[in-house]
C-alpha cells in the first residue's frame, strides 16, 4: 500500500510539467481569445487528436527500442485506402473492412522489422523505403483519387458513450493499455532493456530480434487503426492523407519527454504531447493564425519542449545522487 | 611546485574528499592508491580541470591554480590521461595527437608536417614503427592508450596524470610505459599515478598517498612501505590473498569443449571443466581466451567445435547466447558496461532482468517480489548502493561488477564464466569476488575464470589454462604451476610464429 501511495506520487511529479504546460496554453488561449472555451474547440481537438495520438503511441514503442518508424504517415494512408476499396468496391461490412485495413498495418510494420532485424539495418532506412512504397502503394489502391466513402463509415465517428466519441475513448483506451505493457509487463521490461543496451540482453540469454519484430508490428498496426480513425472522420480515402503525419508524430513523442536515444520513454507523456500539438493548433486558429505562423510556432515549441526536458532530467537525476 | 591543501569537494549525497592535501615535486612520480570511491578520480579531475572543488586552495609553482575547466589547465600545463580513452576513432593517430592544435593555413590542415611532427611524437613513446596516418579504431588498445599519452606531451606539459594506465596494457606495453614516465620525469615533469596494481606503484613511484573515504591516510616515501602495508593503509584491515583457497573435491564432467575454432581467433580448443572446479585461463591480452568464451557461450559463431554438457555423450547446439543460458551457462562479460550492464536502469532492473519469469505471472511483473529479489541479492553481495531504486550507473565498478553477477546467481546457473572479474575493481571488492567464486565451486558449480593477472588465477584457481595466439597450449594444476611456466607458455606460439607475435591486441 505505501509503495502504492509512492507510485502515485511520483507518477504525479513525471506528469506535472506537463500538465503545467498544457494548462498553461489553455489559460493564455483563454484569456486572449473570446470563444477559445467553447464546445466547438473542444470537438475540433477530440475529433482530431485519436489518429495522431494511436500512431504516437506506437512510435513510443519504436522510439524506446532506440529505433524511429518514418513510414507510419504513408501506411496510415494505405490502410485507409484499402479500407474505402473494401467497403465501396468489394460491399465488404464494415468489421471485414477494418479487419483487412489492419492487416495491412501489420504486413507494412512485419515487412519493417524483418527488415531491420534480419540484415541489422538502421531503421531509419528501412522505413524510408516503407514511406515511399506504402504512398506508392496508396495511390495505385485509389487510381490516384480520393474514394468518397460516406455513412459505411461515418458510424464510427458518430458513435458516442458520455459526450465522448469512440475514436476518443478508444485513444484512451490504447494509451492506457500502452502504459501498462510498458511498465508493467515483461514485454515491457525488456523492449526498454534493449533501448538501453541491446548487446547486454543477447547476453543474459534473450533474443533481441522477435522483441523488436513485435514492436515495429505494434507500430503498424496502431497506424492502420489510426487510419480507421482518420478515414471515418474524413468519410474518405484519399492516398494523400497522413503525408507528414510521422513527424508530428514523432514530434508528440518527443514532447512527452522519450528518449531518441532508447531506454527512456512513457505513453502517457506521449499522449500529453499530442494533446499539447492538439491544443495549440486550435488556439493558434482561433487567434486568427494562418497556417505559417502556426507551423513556426509549432516547431518552436516541440523544440523549447525537448531543452525543458533535458533540464528536468538533470533535476531529477541530480536529485538521485 | 604544485601544492593543494584542504580541499573538499561533496557530490549530492556523497562526500568525494574532505580536507585534502597534496603536494607535488617536479620530476617525481607520485602514486595515488585507494579503493573504488577513496577520492583518487576526484582529486585527478579536480587537478585536471574538470571538476571544481567546493573550498581549499590549489597552487601551481606558487601561483594560485583554480582552472574552471580541462582547457584551461592545459593551457597551465597540466595534462590527463584518462581511464576512460578520449580517442577519436575514425581519425588518424597523428590527427588525434594534435586534435586541438592541428597545424594548418586558412584552416587547410598541413598534412605532411602533421604526419611528421606526430612521428617524432610517437617515437618518444614507443610508437616509432606505426604509421601516424592509421586510424585509431585500427590500433590496439595499448597502443591507443600510448597515442593519448602521445597527445597529452604534444603540449607544454608540466604535471601529467595517469588515471589507471596500465589497466589494458599488455606486461611489454606497461615496460614501454615505464621508460617513458622515466623519460618525464628527466625532463622534470611531476607525474600523479593512479593504478589499483600495487607492484606498480611500487615499481615506479617515488612517494605513495593513500587515500580512504574521500581522507587523506598517509603520504609516504615509495621505499619506506611495502605492499601489504598500503593495502593495510587503503583498507583499514589485514588481506591476504590465500584467505579463499580451499581443498575442493571435483564432481562430474560439467562442460567438455573439443576442438573450438572462431576465424583465426580460437583454434582447436579443447578442454573440460567439473563440477565444483575452478578452472583458469591465462594468456596476453588479444590471444584469444575473450574469443574463446564468447564461441563457446554463442556470442560468436563458431566455426567449429563440440561442446558437451553434464557428461552427455551428444553434443550440445549452442549457437546462440540464448542456447547457452538456456543450458546453464552464464558469461560475465570483461566489458560491464558495453555488455553486462543496463547502465541508465536501477539495480532492481538490471538484476532480474535474466529471470524475468520467476517475478512474472502472465507477462506481468510483480513489483513488490521484484524489489524483494534485488534487495535479497544486494544484502547478499553486500552491493553498496543507496537503494534497487538507483540506476547501476552511479555505482562503484566493484559494485557494478557485483550487480553482474547477481543477474547471474539470480538466474541460476551450473556453468559459469568470468571474464576478468576483478578488472578495474578496488582490493576490497577483489577479495569479496574471489571468496564468492570459491563458495560458487563450493556448490558445485562449474567455474571459468579469465584473468590477466597471473597470482589472481594461481590464488582462486583448481587448474589452469593457458592460451596462445589462439591455441590452448598448457594446462596447469596446482603443484605444477609457477608464474615462469605460465608466462612461458603464454609467450609460446608469439615466439614460434614471429610475423604474428609482434603485437597481440583485443581486437
Known amino acids: ?11 504525479v511529479k513525471d506528469y506535472i510539467g506537463m500538465l503545467v504546460a498544457l494548462t498553461a496554453l489553455l489559460a493564455i488561449f483563454g484569456l486572449s481569445t473570446k470563444n477559445f472555451f467553447t464546445f466547438t474547440t473542444f470537438r475540433t481537438i477530440a475529433n482530431q487528436i485519436p489518429a495522431i495520438t494511436i500512431m504516437a503511441v506506437g512510435m513510443t514503442f519504436v522510439l524506446i527500442i532506440a529505433g524511429i518508424d518514418l513510414s507510419v504517415g504513408s501506411v496510415l494512408a494505405l490502410s485507409g485506402a484499402v479500407l474505402g476499396v473494401c467497403i465501396v468496391n468489394f460491399k465488404l461490412p464494415l468489421p471485414l473492412a477494418i479487419i483487412a485495413c489492419m492487416g495491412v498495418g501489420l504486413i507494412c510494420g512485419l515487412i519493417n522489422g524483418f527488415i531491420v532485424i534480419k540484415w541489422k539495418l538502421p531503421s531509419f532506412i528501412v522505413t524510408l523505403g516503407m514511406l515511399e512504397v506504402a504512398r506508392g502503394a ?20 458518430e458513435t458516442a458513450a458520455l459526450g465522448l466519441s469512440l475514436p476518443f475513448i478508444i485513444a484512451v483506451v490504447i494509451v492506457i493499455a500502452g502504459q501498462f505493457i510498458l511498465a508493467r509487463t515483461v514485454f515491457g521490461r525488456y523492449i526498454i532493456a534493449i533501448g538501453t543496451n541491446e548487446e547486454a540482453v543477447r547476453l543474459s540469454g534473450i533474443e533481441p530480434g522477435p522483441l523488436k519484430l513485435w514492436v515495429f508490428i505494434i507500430c503498424g498496426v496502431l497506424a492502420s487503426v489510426a487510419a480507421v480513425m482518420h478515414t471515418a472522420r474524413l468519410s474518405s480515402a484519399n492516398p494523400n492523407e497522413g503525408l507528414g503525419m510521422e513527424l508530428q508524430a514523432i514530434a508528440a513523442v518527443v514532447i512527452g519527454g522519450t528518449s531518441l536515444m532508447g531506454g527512456r520513454g512513457s505513453v502517457v507523456s506521449t499522449f500529453f504531447g499530442a494533446l499539447i500539438i492538439a491544443v495549440l493548433g486550435a488556439g493558434l486558429a482561433q487567434m486568427g493564425a494562418q497556417e505559417p505562423t502556426k507551423r513556426i510556432i509549432t516547431g518552436c515549441v516541440i523544440v523549447a519542449a525537448v531543452i525543458l526536458d533535458t533540464y528536468r532530467h538533470r533535476l531529477s537525476s541530480r536529485k538521485i545522487t | 611546485m604544485f601544492k593543494a591543501c584542504g580541499i573538499h569537494k561533496s557530490y549530492p549525497g556523497v562526500k568525494a574528499l574532505s580536507d585534502l592535501d597534496l603536494d607535488l615535486r617536479a620530476g617525481e612520480v607520485h602514486a595515488l592508491v585507494g579503493e573504488n570511491g577513496a577520492g583518487k578520480s576526484t582529486l585527478a579531475r579536480i587537478m585536471g580541470g574538470i571538476d571544481t572543488p567546493d573550498s581549499g586552495q590549489m597552487h601551481l609553482n606558487e601561483l594560485p ?17 584518462m581511464q576512460e580513452l578520449n580517442l577519436i576513432g575514425n581519425l588518424s593517430v597523428a590527427e588525434n595527437i594534435f586534435f586541438d592544435h592541428l597545424p594548418n593555413r586558412f584552416g587547410i590542415v598541413n598534412t605532411n608536417r602533421l604526419n611528421q611532427d606526430a612521428r617524432q611524437i610517437m617515437q618518444r613513446v614507443g610508437l616509432g614503427d606505426i604509421d601516424p596516418g592509421i586510424k585509431v579504431r585500427d590500433l590496439g588498445i595499448g597502443q591507443q592508450q600510448m597515442v593519448e599519452i602521445a597527445a597529452g606531451l604534444s603540449q607544454r606539459c608540466r604535471i601529467m596524470i595517469l588515471d589507471e594506465p596500465t589497466a589494458s596494457l599488455t606486461d611489454k ?18 607525474i600523479v599515478y593512479i593504478s589499483h596494481r600495487i607492484e606498480e606503484i611500487i615499481t615506479i613511484s617515488d612517494r605513495i598517498t593513500v587515500l580512504r573515504d574521500g581522507k587523506l591516510v598517509a603520504t609516504r616515501p615509495t621505499g619506506a612501505v611495502t605492499s601489504s602495508d598500503i593495502i593495510r593503509m587503503m583498507v583499514g584491515r589485514d588481506l591476504s590473498a590465500e584467505t579463499c583457497k580451499r581443498q575442493r573435491k571435483p564432481g562430474q564432467v560439467a562442460l567438455r569443449v573439443k576442438g573450438l575454432s572462431h576465424r583465426d581467433k580460437v583454434k582447436n580448443v579443447s578442454f573440460e571443466v567439473h563440477r565444483g572446479e575452478i578452472l583458469g585461463f591465462a594468456g596476453l591480452m588479444g590471444s584469444g581466451r575473450t574469443e574463446t568464451m564468447r564461441a563457446l557461450f554463442g556470442a560468436d559463431r563458431a566455426d567449429e567445435g563440440k561442446i558437451y554438457l553434464y557428461g552427455a555423450d551428444t553434443p550440445a547446439r549452442i549457437r546462440t547466447p540464448r542456447d547457452a543460458v538456456r543450458a546453464g551457462m552464464a558469461f560475465i562479460t570483461e566489458d560491464r558496461k558495453e555488455q553486462g550492464l543496463l547502465p541508465a536502469l536501477p539495480v532492481r532492473m538490471n538484476i532480474t532482468l535474466g529471470r524475468l519469469g520467476r517475478i512474472s505471472r502472465l ?23 543507496r537503494s534497487c531504486e538507483q540506476p547501476v550507473r552511479q555505482l562503484s565498478g566493484g559494485n557494478q561488477q557485483k550487480v553482474v553477477i547477481s543477474k547471474w546467481l539470480h538466474k541460476d546457473c551450473d556453468i559459469l564464466i568470468f571474464d576478468e572479474p576483478t578488472r578495474g575493481i578496488d582490493v576490497g571488492a577483489k577479495f569479496e569476488i574471489y571468496q564468492l567464486l570459491g563458495e560458487l565451486a563450493d556448490k558445485g558449480k562449474a567455474i571459468i575464470v579469465i584473468s590477466s593477472d597471473v597470482k589472481e588465477l594461481m590464488a582462486v584457481c583448481d587448474h589452469i589454462a593457458v592460451i596462445s595466439a589462439g591455441r590452448l597450449v598448457a594446462q596447469f594444476s596446482g603443484q605444477e604451476w609457477t608464474p615462469e611456466k605460465i608466462a612461458s607458455a603464454a609467450f609460446s606460439e608469439y615466439i614460434k610464429n614471429p610475423t604474428q607475435g609482434h603485437q597481440p591486441n583485443e581486437a
Request: hydrophobic fraction near 40%; proline fraction near 2%.
Open chain 1, 1 to 11: 500500500m505505501k509503495h502504492k501511495i509512492k507510485n502515485l506520487h511520483t507518477a
Open chain 1, 138 to 157: 496508396a495511390y495505385s489502391v485509389t487510381g490516384s483519387r480520393t474514394m468518397y466513402i460516406g455513412p459505411a463509415v461515418e458510424v464510427i465517428t
Open chain 2, 65 to 81: 591554480y583554480h582552472p574552471q575547466n580541462r582547457a584551461q589547465a592545459e593551457s597551465s600545463g597540466v595534462r590527463m590521461v
Open chain 2, 173 to 190: 606495453e606497461t615496460a614501454l610505459l615505464f621508460d617513458q614516465i622515466k623519460k618525464l620525469q628527466t625532463e622534470r615533469v611531476g
Open chain 2, 363 to 385: 507477462g506481468l511483473i510483480d513489483a513488490a517480489r521484484e524489489r524483494a529479489i534485488a534487495d535479497e541479492y544486494i544484502d547478499l553481495l553486500s552491493i553498496r548502493c
